[in-house]
């Protein structure tokens, strides 16, 4: 699931966090959800959502870290409680890519993805700010 950044070099960065990194981390849930399937609201219910697909769930590995309180002074981002979980790429099965609204459960809390933070320049891992659910 690397981002191919260092095929030249026949060094797979993204398949070697996952193997040697991956096992020794927090197993982890990422839920995400359906997509819309596109369909007109029910006839009378104007405040129904249009339906969507179902959700899919995606075994994962990672940590769950606080943000540094230096960081909640210099961002307008961040609320009181949010945290970070780091999602180790390719040990997403079956392959996903986090997005905020989804949800991960790890260490038995289920928190809502807020935004991704960053995937690093391999594609082997994705930081995100998740908030209590």
Known sequence: MGNGL???YGVDIAGLINE???PGLLPAVLRKWGTPTGGARPSGQLT?????????????????????????????LLEAGDRKVMLV????????EPK??????????????????????????YVLQVRDM
């Open 6 to 8: 260092f095929d030249n």
């Open 100 to 125: 905020g609204g989804d949800t991960i459960e790890i260490e038995s809390v289920n928190y809502r993805v807020a935004r991704v933070l960053k995937r690093d320049p391999a594609g082997a891992t």
């Open 20 to 22: 040697n990194l991956s």
């Open 89 to 96: 790429a390719e040990s997403i099965s079956p392959p996903a």
């Open 48 to 76: 129904k959502p249009p339906a969507r697909g179902s959700d899919t769930v995606h075994t994962a590995r990672g940590l769950i870290s606080d943000f540094d309180p230096n960081e909640f002074q210099t961002s307008q």
